[in-house]
Protein backbone atom coordinates (compact mmCIF):
# COMPACT_ATOMS: atom_id res chain seq x y z
CA UNK A 1 0.00 0.00 0.00
CA UNK A 2 1.22 3.36 -0.94
CA UNK A 3 1.68 6.23 1.14
CA UNK A 4 -0.62 8.29 -1.13
CA UNK A 5 -3.54 5.49 -0.98
CA UNK A 6 -3.53 5.71 2.25
CA UNK A 7 -3.33 9.46 2.93
CA UNK A 8 -6.57 9.62 0.34
CA UNK A 9 -8.42 7.12 2.27
CA UNK A 10 -7.64 8.60 5.34
CA UNK A 11 -8.66 12.06 4.12
CA UNK A 12 -11.54 10.40 2.46
CA UNK A 13 -12.99 9.24 5.67
CA UNK A 14 -11.78 12.81 7.51
CA UNK A 15 -14.55 14.57 4.95
CA UNK A 16 -17.28 11.79 5.41
CA UNK A 17 -16.86 12.05 9.37
CA UNK A 18 -17.04 16.18 8.74
CA UNK A 19 -20.10 16.12 6.25
CA UNK A 20 -21.71 13.30 8.57
CA UNK A 21 -21.30 15.35 11.86
CA UNK A 22 -22.56 18.46 10.35
CA UNK A 23 -25.77 16.78 8.77
CA UNK A 24 -26.30 15.15 12.33
CA UNK A 25 -25.99 18.71 13.86
CA UNK A 26 -28.54 20.02 11.67
CA UNK A 27 -31.27 17.50 12.49
CA UNK A 28 -32.74 19.62 15.41
CA UNK A 29 -33.33 23.18 15.89
CA UNK A 30 -32.74 23.38 19.81
CA UNK A 31 -30.38 25.28 21.68
CA UNK A 32 -27.12 24.13 22.45
CA UNK A 33 -24.39 24.46 25.44
CA UNK A 34 -21.51 25.50 25.40
CA UNK A 35 -20.05 24.47 28.39
CA UNK A 36 -17.11 26.42 29.97
CA UNK A 37 -14.65 24.89 31.43
CA UNK A 38 -12.41 21.41 30.68
CA UNK A 39 -14.51 18.99 33.10
CA UNK A 40 -17.82 17.80 33.26
CA UNK A 41 -17.92 16.35 36.88
CA UNK A 42 -19.23 12.69 38.04
CA UNK A 43 -23.41 13.15 38.67
CA UNK A 44 -23.80 16.35 36.42
CA UNK A 45 -26.46 16.00 33.38
CA UNK A 46 -26.82 18.40 31.05
CA UNK A 47 -30.04 18.15 29.06
CA UNK A 48 -29.14 18.91 25.93
CA UNK A 49 -26.21 19.05 23.18
CA UNK A 50 -23.10 19.68 24.33
CA UNK A 51 -19.62 21.76 22.70
CA UNK A 52 -16.91 21.49 25.06
CA UNK A 53 -13.20 22.44 24.02
CA UNK A 54 -10.16 22.61 26.05
CA UNK A 55 -6.42 21.71 26.46
CA UNK A 56 -7.18 18.48 28.72
CA UNK A 57 -10.71 17.56 28.69
CA UNK A 58 -12.47 15.18 31.00
CA UNK A 59 -16.17 14.17 30.58
CA UNK A 60 -17.05 11.96 33.71
CA UNK A 61 -20.96 13.00 33.97
CA UNK A 62 -23.73 12.53 31.48
CA UNK A 63 -24.73 14.28 28.30
CA UNK A 64 -28.91 13.69 27.21
CA UNK A 65 -28.12 14.75 23.84
CA UNK A 66 -24.74 15.21 21.18
CA UNK A 67 -21.38 15.69 22.38
CA UNK A 68 -18.93 17.72 20.89
CA UNK A 69 -15.42 17.63 22.30
CA UNK A 70 -12.24 18.64 21.11
CA UNK A 71 -8.66 19.10 22.83
CA UNK A 72 -5.39 18.14 23.16
CA UNK A 73 -6.29 15.27 25.45
CA UNK A 74 -9.75 14.16 26.02
CA UNK A 75 -11.19 11.33 27.99
CA UNK A 76 -14.72 10.33 27.98
CA UNK A 77 -15.82 8.51 31.26
CA UNK A 78 -18.88 9.38 31.60
CA UNK A 79 -22.71 8.51 29.59
CA UNK A 80 -23.61 10.33 25.80
CA UNK A 81 -27.17 10.08 25.26
CA UNK A 82 -26.77 11.23 21.60
CA UNK A 83 -23.86 10.69 19.55
CA UNK A 84 -19.88 11.84 20.08
CA UNK A 85 -18.12 14.12 17.72
CA UNK A 86 -14.53 13.98 19.22
CA UNK A 87 -11.19 15.30 18.15
CA UNK A 88 -7.65 16.60 18.98
CA UNK A 89 -4.64 14.35 19.94
CA UNK A 90 -5.42 11.72 22.24
CA UNK A 91 -8.60 10.30 22.95
CA UNK A 92 -9.97 7.91 24.71
CA UNK A 93 -13.84 6.49 25.19
CA UNK A 94 -14.70 4.71 28.51
CA UNK A 95 -17.97 5.13 29.11
CA UNK A 96 -21.01 4.53 26.93
CA UNK A 97 -22.37 6.21 23.93
CA UNK A 98 -25.47 5.30 23.02
CA UNK A 99 -25.71 7.02 19.20
CA UNK A 100 -22.42 6.66 16.66
CA UNK A 101 -18.93 7.56 17.38
CA UNK A 102 -16.93 10.12 14.68
CA UNK A 103 -13.42 10.68 16.15
CA UNK A 104 -10.36 12.03 14.08
CA UNK A 105 -6.93 12.48 16.42
CA UNK A 106 -3.45 11.14 16.59
CA UNK A 107 -5.08 8.06 18.63
CA UNK A 108 -8.28 6.84 19.90
CA UNK A 109 -8.84 4.20 22.44
CA UNK A 110 -11.99 2.64 23.11
CA UNK A 111 -11.58 1.34 26.80
CA UNK A 112 -12.29 -1.95 28.44
CA UNK A 113 -15.85 -0.18 29.13
CA UNK A 114 -16.68 1.49 26.46
CA UNK A 115 -20.16 0.82 24.76
CA UNK A 116 -21.30 2.45 21.08
CA UNK A 117 -24.59 2.39 20.74
CA UNK A 118 -24.53 2.69 16.84
CA UNK A 119 -21.50 3.11 14.61
CA UNK A 120 -17.78 4.50 15.21
CA UNK A 121 -16.20 6.23 12.20
CA UNK A 122 -12.53 6.87 13.05
CA UNK A 123 -9.48 8.85 11.14
CA UNK A 124 -5.60 8.98 12.50
CA UNK A 125 -2.96 7.27 13.16
CA UNK A 126 -3.87 4.90 15.38
CA UNK A 127 -6.85 3.03 16.80
CA UNK A 128 -6.84 0.61 19.68
CA UNK A 129 -10.33 -1.33 20.81
CA UNK A 130 -10.00 -2.52 24.06
CA UNK A 131 -11.00 -6.27 25.32
CA UNK A 132 -14.72 -5.87 26.61
CA UNK A 133 -15.08 -2.48 24.27
CA UNK A 134 -17.92 -3.27 22.32
CA UNK A 135 -19.39 -1.45 19.10
CA UNK A 136 -22.79 -2.64 17.49
CA UNK A 137 -22.92 -1.74 14.67
CA UNK A 138 -20.37 -0.90 12.30
CA UNK A 139 -16.65 0.33 12.66
CA UNK A 140 -14.49 2.28 9.86
CA UNK A 141 -11.16 3.21 10.33
CA UNK A 142 -8.96 5.12 8.35
CA UNK A 143 -5.27 5.46 9.30
CA UNK A 144 -1.78 3.88 9.90
CA UNK A 145 -2.71 1.30 12.16
CA UNK A 146 -5.36 -0.67 14.13
CA UNK A 147 -5.57 -2.92 16.94
CA UNK A 148 -8.80 -4.43 17.32
CA UNK A 149 -9.42 -6.88 20.72
CA UNK A 150 -12.85 -5.84 21.19
CA UNK A 151 -15.95 -6.79 20.17
CA UNK A 152 -17.76 -5.69 16.94
CA UNK A 153 -21.26 -6.91 16.39
CA UNK A 154 -21.27 -5.59 12.06
CA UNK A 155 -18.23 -5.23 9.99
CA UNK A 156 -15.23 -3.80 10.19
CA UNK A 157 -13.90 -1.93 6.93
CA UNK A 158 -11.21 0.34 6.40
CA UNK A 159 -7.91 0.77 5.06
CA UNK A 160 -4.63 0.81 7.64
CA UNK A 161 -1.22 -0.17 7.15
CA UNK A 162 -1.39 -2.36 9.83
CA UNK A 163 -4.37 -4.46 11.55
CA UNK A 164 -3.81 -6.60 14.35
CA UNK A 165 -7.28 -8.55 15.02
CA UNK A 166 -7.42 -10.23 18.49
CA UNK A 167 -11.06 -9.62 18.96
CA UNK A 168 -14.67 -10.57 17.75
CA UNK A 169 -16.87 -9.27 14.76
CA UNK A 170 -20.11 -10.04 14.30
CA UNK A 171 -19.84 -10.26 10.30
CA UNK A 172 -17.45 -8.88 8.17
CA UNK A 173 -14.08 -7.84 7.94
CA UNK A 174 -13.20 -5.63 4.58
CA UNK A 175 -9.85 -3.90 5.18
CA UNK A 176 -7.02 -2.74 2.89
CA UNK A 177 -3.80 -3.45 4.43
CA UNK A 178 -0.05 -3.12 3.84
CA UNK A 179 2.75 -5.57 3.23
CA UNK A 180 4.76 -6.83 5.73
CA UNK A 181 8.77 -5.45 5.81
CA UNK A 182 7.75 -2.23 4.31
CA UNK A 183 9.30 1.37 6.49
CA UNK A 184 6.67 3.10 8.39
CA UNK A 185 8.06 6.21 6.87
CA UNK A 186 7.08 4.62 3.64
CA UNK A 187 3.41 4.23 4.70
CA UNK A 188 2.82 7.07 7.38
CA UNK A 189 4.39 11.10 6.24
CA UNK A 190 2.54 12.66 9.13
CA UNK A 191 4.87 14.01 12.30
CA UNK A 192 3.71 11.99 15.61
CA UNK A 193 3.47 13.50 19.24
CA UNK A 194 5.81 12.24 21.68
CA UNK A 195 2.72 10.20 23.58
CA UNK A 196 1.86 8.39 20.69
CA UNK A 197 1.60 4.35 20.08
CA UNK A 198 4.52 2.28 19.46
CA UNK A 199 3.97 2.30 15.83
CA UNK A 200 3.01 -1.55 14.66
CA UNK A 201 4.33 -3.60 11.54
CA UNK A 202 3.04 -3.19 8.94
CA UNK A 203 0.41 -5.89 7.57
CA UNK A 204 -2.31 -8.40 8.53
CA UNK A 205 -2.09 -10.25 11.62
CA UNK A 206 -5.60 -12.31 12.61
CA UNK A 207 -4.94 -13.76 16.25
CA UNK A 208 -6.25 -17.02 17.32
CA UNK A 209 -8.61 -15.91 19.89
CA UNK A 210 -10.04 -14.00 16.65
CA UNK A 211 -13.79 -14.81 15.81
CA UNK A 212 -15.04 -13.32 12.52
CA UNK A 213 -18.87 -14.44 11.66
CA UNK A 214 -18.70 -13.55 8.01
CA UNK A 215 -15.59 -13.31 5.23
CA UNK A 216 -12.20 -11.39 5.94
CA UNK A 217 -11.37 -9.61 2.42
CA UNK A 218 -8.41 -8.01 2.21
CA UNK A 219 -6.74 -6.06 -0.28
CA UNK A 220 -3.12 -6.29 -0.45
CA UNK A 221 0.06 -5.85 -2.27
CA UNK A 222 0.55 -9.77 -1.27
CA UNK A 223 -0.94 -12.57 0.29
CA UNK A 224 -0.33 -13.55 3.73
CA UNK A 225 -1.91 -16.10 4.81
CA UNK A 226 0.68 -17.29 7.34
CA UNK A 227 -0.43 -14.55 9.46
CA UNK A 228 -4.06 -15.33 9.56
CA UNK A 229 -4.64 -18.06 12.70
CA UNK A 230 -8.13 -18.08 12.79
CA UNK A 231 -10.45 -19.07 10.23
CA UNK A 232 -13.87 -16.87 9.68
CA UNK A 233 -16.61 -18.54 9.58
CA UNK A 234 -17.16 -17.56 5.63
CA UNK A 235 -13.72 -18.11 4.88
CA UNK A 236 -10.39 -15.92 3.61
CA UNK A 237 -10.87 -13.52 0.19
CA UNK A 238 -7.36 -11.71 -1.12
CA UNK A 239 -7.59 -9.26 -3.37
CA UNK A 240 -4.24 -7.62 -5.21
CA UNK A 241 -4.49 -4.01 -5.14
CA UNK A 242 -3.10 -2.00 -7.81
CA UNK A 243 -0.08 -1.70 -7.05
CA UNK A 244 0.58 -5.69 -7.01
CA UNK A 245 -1.43 -5.26 -11.17
CA UNK A 246 0.88 -2.82 -11.91
CA UNK A 247 4.00 -4.63 -10.86
CA UNK A 248 3.09 -7.69 -12.59
CA UNK A 249 1.83 -6.23 -15.36
CA UNK A 250 -1.67 -7.39 -14.89
CA UNK A 251 -4.04 -6.41 -17.84
CA UNK A 252 -5.84 -3.47 -16.98
CA UNK A 253 -7.79 -2.71 -19.99
CA UNK A 254 -11.58 -4.83 -18.66
CA UNK A 255 -10.96 -2.84 -15.24
CA UNK A 256 -10.95 0.29 -17.42
CA UNK A 257 -13.27 0.03 -19.50
CA UNK A 258 -15.72 -1.18 -16.17
CA UNK A 259 -14.73 2.02 -14.40
CA UNK A 260 -15.58 3.93 -17.44
CA UNK A 261 -19.45 1.83 -17.59
CA UNK A 262 -19.66 2.43 -13.44
CA UNK A 263 -18.78 6.64 -14.33
CA UNK A 264 -21.53 6.43 -16.61
CA UNK A 265 -24.36 4.95 -14.87
CA UNK A 266 -23.23 7.25 -11.81
CA UNK A 267 -23.87 10.07 -13.77
CA UNK A 268 -27.51 8.96 -15.00
CA UNK A 269 -28.71 7.74 -11.89
CA UNK A 270 -27.43 10.99 -10.08
CA UNK A 271 -29.40 13.23 -12.59
CA UNK A 272 -32.28 11.03 -12.53
CA UNK A 273 -32.71 11.02 -8.61
CA UNK A 274 -31.70 14.79 -8.32
CA UNK A 275 -33.75 15.74 -11.59
CA UNK A 276 -36.82 13.55 -10.09
CA UNK A 277 -36.59 15.61 -6.80
CA UNK A 278 -36.14 18.64 -8.78
CA UNK A 279 -39.92 17.18 -10.82
CA UNK A 280 -41.64 16.25 -7.93
CA UNK A 281 -41.08 18.97 -5.49
CA UNK A 282 -40.13 22.16 -7.43
CA UNK A 283 -41.07 21.74 -10.70
CA UNK A 284 -42.03 25.34 -11.04
CA UNK A 285 -38.61 26.49 -10.38
CA UNK A 286 -37.12 23.84 -12.83
CA UNK A 287 -39.69 25.11 -15.11
CA UNK A 288 -38.86 28.80 -14.71
CA UNK A 289 -34.81 28.25 -14.71
CA UNK A 290 -35.41 26.33 -18.27
CA UNK A 291 -37.13 29.07 -19.43
CA UNK A 292 -34.48 31.44 -18.40
CA UNK A 293 -31.71 29.48 -20.40
CA UNK A 294 -34.05 28.93 -23.40
CA UNK A 295 -34.80 32.54 -23.69
CA UNK A 296 -31.30 34.25 -23.01
CA UNK A 297 -29.03 30.84 -23.61
CA UNK A 298 -25.97 33.60 -24.17
CA UNK A 299 -26.72 35.49 -21.00
CA UNK A 300 -27.06 32.80 -18.80
CA UNK A 301 -24.12 31.26 -20.29
CA UNK A 302 -21.91 34.59 -19.17
CA UNK A 303 -23.35 35.15 -15.88
CA UNK A 304 -22.81 31.51 -15.77
CA UNK A 305 -19.48 31.73 -15.80
CA UNK A 306 -19.28 34.97 -13.40
CA UNK A 307 -21.34 33.18 -10.53
CA UNK A 308 -19.10 30.11 -10.79
CA UNK A 309 -15.88 32.19 -10.22
CA UNK A 310 -17.67 34.91 -7.78
CA UNK A 311 -19.33 32.08 -6.01
CA UNK A 312 -15.90 30.27 -5.05
CA UNK A 313 -14.16 33.86 -4.55
CA UNK A 314 -16.79 34.61 -2.07
CA UNK A 315 -17.04 31.34 -0.48
CA UNK A 316 -13.30 31.23 0.03
CA UNK A 317 -13.57 35.31 1.81
CA UNK A 318 -16.05 34.08 4.21
CA UNK A 319 -14.01 31.35 5.35
CA UNK A 320 -11.13 33.72 5.73
CA UNK A 321 -13.75 36.32 7.51
CA UNK A 322 -14.75 33.23 10.09
CA UNK A 323 -11.12 32.55 10.53
CA UNK A 324 -10.29 35.84 11.61
CA UNK A 325 -13.18 36.63 13.62
CA UNK A 326 -12.70 33.81 15.64
CA UNK A 327 -8.92 34.54 16.13
CA UNK A 328 -9.83 38.10 17.48
CA UNK A 329 -12.64 36.68 19.67
CA UNK A 330 -9.83 34.45 21.35
CA UNK A 331 -8.16 36.95 22.35
CA UNK A 332 -10.64 39.30 23.60
CA UNK A 333 -12.41 36.84 25.15
CA UNK A 334 -11.71 33.75 27.56
CA UNK A 335 -13.33 29.72 27.74
CA UNK A 336 -14.30 28.30 24.52
CA UNK A 337 -16.20 31.11 22.58
CA UNK A 338 -13.73 31.16 19.55
CA UNK A 339 -13.91 27.31 19.43
CA UNK A 340 -18.05 27.55 19.23
CA UNK A 341 -17.80 30.61 16.79
CA UNK A 342 -15.31 28.93 14.75
CA UNK A 343 -17.54 25.68 14.56
CA UNK A 344 -20.64 27.36 14.01
CA UNK A 345 -19.38 29.38 11.25
CA UNK A 346 -17.73 26.43 9.90
CA UNK A 347 -21.34 24.75 9.75
CA UNK A 348 -22.63 27.74 8.14
CA UNK A 349 -20.06 27.77 5.51
CA UNK A 350 -19.88 24.09 5.01
CA UNK A 351 -23.55 24.12 4.58
CA UNK A 352 -23.14 26.79 1.87
CA UNK A 353 -20.54 25.14 0.12
CA UNK A 354 -22.13 22.09 -0.15
CA UNK A 355 -25.83 23.77 -1.66
CA UNK A 356 -23.14 25.79 -3.75
CA UNK A 357 -21.45 22.81 -5.61
CA UNK A 358 -24.71 20.70 -5.72
CA UNK A 359 -26.03 23.16 -7.68
CA UNK A 360 -22.39 23.53 -9.84
CA UNK A 361 -22.23 19.78 -10.78
CA UNK A 362 -25.44 18.79 -11.07
CA UNK A 363 -28.31 21.41 -10.36
CA UNK A 364 -26.95 23.24 -13.60
CA UNK A 365 -27.06 20.13 -15.44
CA UNK A 366 -30.47 18.89 -14.48
CA UNK A 367 -31.28 22.18 -15.85
CA UNK A 368 -30.03 22.05 -18.90
CA UNK A 369 -31.06 18.32 -19.99
CA UNK A 370 -34.83 19.02 -18.85
CA UNK A 371 -34.63 21.82 -21.35
CA UNK A 372 -33.32 19.61 -24.16
CA UNK A 373 -35.59 16.64 -23.32
CA UNK A 374 -38.89 18.83 -23.16
CA UNK A 375 -37.96 20.78 -26.33
CA UNK A 376 -37.51 17.90 -28.12
CA UNK A 377 -40.46 15.94 -26.47
CA UNK A 378 -42.39 18.52 -27.72
CA UNK A 379 -40.70 18.26 -31.38
CA UNK A 380 -41.45 14.66 -31.39
CA UNK A 381 -44.93 14.68 -30.12
CA UNK A 382 -46.67 18.10 -30.97
CA UNK A 383 -47.70 18.33 -27.31
CA UNK A 384 -47.66 21.96 -25.97
CA UNK A 385 -46.50 20.52 -22.40
CA UNK A 386 -45.10 17.50 -22.16
CA UNK A 387 -44.68 14.99 -19.72
CA UNK A 388 -41.99 16.07 -17.11
CA UNK A 389 -40.48 12.87 -16.44
CA UNK A 390 -40.33 11.50 -20.15
CA UNK A 391 -38.66 15.29 -20.58
CA UNK A 392 -35.57 14.64 -17.62
CA UNK A 393 -35.43 11.34 -18.81
CA UNK A 394 -34.94 11.61 -22.18
CA UNK A 395 -32.41 14.55 -21.66
CA UNK A 396 -30.18 13.31 -19.29
CA UNK A 397 -29.90 10.28 -21.45
CA UNK A 398 -29.13 12.72 -24.28
CA UNK A 399 -26.54 14.39 -21.84
CA UNK A 400 -24.57 11.42 -20.18
CA UNK A 401 -24.01 10.24 -24.38
CA UNK A 402 -22.68 13.73 -25.29
CA UNK A 403 -20.66 13.66 -22.02
CA UNK A 404 -19.26 10.25 -22.81
CA UNK A 405 -17.92 11.20 -26.04
CA UNK A 406 -13.79 11.94 -25.54
CA UNK A 407 -12.58 15.63 -26.13
CA UNK A 408 -16.34 16.61 -27.29
CA UNK A 409 -17.36 15.59 -23.65
CA UNK A 410 -16.35 18.45 -21.41
CA UNK A 411 -17.33 20.86 -23.73
CA UNK A 412 -20.64 20.10 -23.49
CA UNK A 413 -20.77 19.17 -19.54
CA UNK A 414 -18.71 22.80 -19.31
CA UNK A 415 -21.70 24.69 -21.78
CA UNK A 416 -24.56 22.76 -19.68
CA UNK A 417 -22.82 23.77 -16.42
CA UNK A 418 -22.29 27.53 -17.51
CA UNK A 419 -25.43 27.95 -19.07
CA UNK A 420 -27.62 26.04 -16.28
CA UNK A 421 -25.95 27.88 -13.46
CA UNK A 422 -26.61 31.45 -14.61
CA UNK A 423 -30.31 30.41 -16.09
CA UNK A 424 -30.70 29.63 -12.13
CA UNK A 425 -29.06 32.84 -10.95
CA UNK A 426 -31.44 34.73 -13.52
CA UNK A 427 -34.43 33.01 -12.53
CA UNK A 428 -33.74 33.31 -8.34
CA UNK A 429 -32.58 37.21 -8.91
CA UNK A 430 -35.31 38.02 -11.20
CA UNK A 431 -38.07 35.88 -8.92
CA UNK A 432 -36.84 38.15 -5.30
CA UNK A 433 -37.42 41.14 -7.67
CA UNK A 434 -40.26 40.84 -8.71
CA UNK A 435 -41.41 39.98 -4.49
CA UNK A 436 -39.93 43.09 -3.49
CA UNK A 437 -41.60 45.18 -6.37
CA UNK A 438 -44.98 43.49 -5.26
CA UNK A 439 -44.30 43.95 -1.65
Excluded at 127 to 148: H, K, M, P, R, W
Excluded at 166 to 191: D, H, I, S, Y
Excluded at 383 to 408: E, F, K, M, Q, R
Amino acid sequence: MSAMRISKGRWALVLVIALVGLLAGLHTARAVVFYDGERIPAGVVIEDDVFISGNDLVIDGTVTGDLFASGQDVVVNGTVGGSLFIAGATLRVNGEVQGSVYGAGSSLVLGPGASVGRNAYCAGYSLETAEGSLVQQDLLFSGYQAALAGTVNSDVMGAMAALELAGQVGENVNVNVGAPGLRMQTLWGWTLPGDAPEAIEPGLRVAETAQIGGQLIYTSPEPQPESILSQPAGGVVFRPSEEADERDGAPSVLAAIGRWILARLRDLLTLLILGGLAVWLLPRWLNRAADQAWSDPLLSLGLGLLVLILGYIALFALAAIIFVVALLISFISVGGLAWSVFGIGLAVWSLLFIVFQLLVSWGSKVVVAYLVGRWLLGRISRDTTPNALVSLLLGVAIYVLLHAIPIVGWLVAAVATLIGLGAIWLMIYRRLRGTRQGA
